[in-house]
C-alpha cells in the first residue's frame, strides 16, 4: 500500500492515469507480473466520482472515454496502443455492497413461526442463506481475480469522523471495503491519493 499527498490542482487524475498505464502495460508485458490490468477506484462524493470518470464529459480514467487522459497527454507510448485495454471502475465507497441481503427479506424466524411460505420462496432463503458472502463484491468486480484499489481523497480512509449515535464512521466501512475487495480477488496493489496532510 502507497500514499501520494498531491497539492489540490497539481494533477492527481493525471497520476491515477499514469499508473493505470504503468500497471496494465507492466501486466501485459511482464512475464509472471504481479500488478493487474483491472481497476478498482473508489471516490468519496459524485463531485471526484465525475472528475474521475470523466462521465458525462469523457475526460476521465475511461480509455474510451471521447477526451481520456492517456490520449490528452500522450501516456501511452504508441507502440503499446493494441494492448493497453484496462477495466476501470470508479465508484462511490457509500454504493459498495458489502452485504448480501436485502432489508426487505424475509428473515428465517419467520418461518418458525409457522406461517405459510411458498416452496419457491423457502428454497430461495436456503440458496442465500448459503450464499458467499463476498458473492456481492465479486458481482460488482465482474469476475476479476486481480486487481489494483486507488483510494482517491483517501484521507477519507483515515481518522476519527463524527457520526451519529450508534454509526460507524465512514472511515471503518471503507476500510472494511478494501479488506472484503482483498478477499474476494487478488489485491495486488492499494494506491491511496489525497491532498489533505493528514
Same mark, same amino acid.
Given at each position: ?13 493525471? !497520476? ?12 501485459? =508485458? ?6 493487474? +490490468? ?14 474521475? +470518470?470523466? !462521465? ?12 481520456? @487522459? ?6 501511452? %507510448? ?7 485495454? %484496462? ?6 465507497? /457509500? ?5 448480501? =441481503?436485502?432489508?426487505?427479506? &424475509?428473515?428465517?424466524?419467520? $418461518?418458525?413461526?409457522?406461517?405459510? &411460505?411458498? /416452496? +419457491? ?9 448459503? /450464499?458467499?458472502?463476498?458473492?456481492? $463484491? ?8 486481480? @486487481? !489494483?484499489? $486507488? ?9 476519527? #469522523?463524527?457520526? #451519529? =449515535? ?6 471503518? #466501512? ?13 489485491? +495486488?496493489? !492499494? @494506491? ?7
Amino acid at each position: 500500500r502507497y500514499a501520494l499527498k498531491l497539492a489540490t490542482g497539481t494533477g492527481k487524475t493525471v !497520476v491515477m492515469a499514469l499508473f493505470v498505464t504503468w500497471s496494465t502495460l507492466h501486466k501485459c =508485458k511482464v512475464s509472471g507480473s504481479s500488478l493487474s +490490468s483491472n481497476f478498482l477506484v473508489l471516490v468519496p462524493n459524485l463531485t471526484v466520482r465525475d472528475r474521475v +470518470s470523466g !462521465v458525462p464529459r469523457g475526460d476521465g480514467l475511461d480509455p474510451t472515454g471521447e477526451h481520456n @487522459l492517456y490520449d490528452g497527454f500522450d501516456i501511452v %507510448p504508441p507502440e503499446y496502443r493494441e494492448e493497453f485495454r %484496462p477495466n476501470v471502475l470508479v465508484r462511490n465507497w /457509500q454504493g459498495i455492497p458489502l452485504e448480501g =441481503k436485502r432489508d426487505d427479506w &424475509i428473515g428465517e424466524e419467520v $418461518i418458525e413461526e409457522g406461517r405459510f &411460505i411458498p /416452496q +419457491s420462496v423457502l428454497r430461495a432463503m436456503r440458496r442465500r442463506a448459503k /450464499q458467499d458472502p463476498n458473492a456481492p $463484491i465479486r458481482r460488482l468486480l465482474g469476475g476479476w481475480r486481480d @486487481l !489494483v484499489v $486507488i483510494n482517491d481523497e483517501a484521507h477519507h480512509v483515515y481518522g476519527e #469522523k463524527r457520526t #451519529k =449515535k450508534g454509526e460507524d464512521p465512514g472511515y471503518i #466501512k471503507w476500510s472494511r471495503i478494501l479488506e472484503r475487495v482483498s478477499k474476494a480477488a487478488r489485491l +495486488s496493489l !492499494v @494506491l491511496d491519493l489525497s491532498a489533505t496532510p493528514w
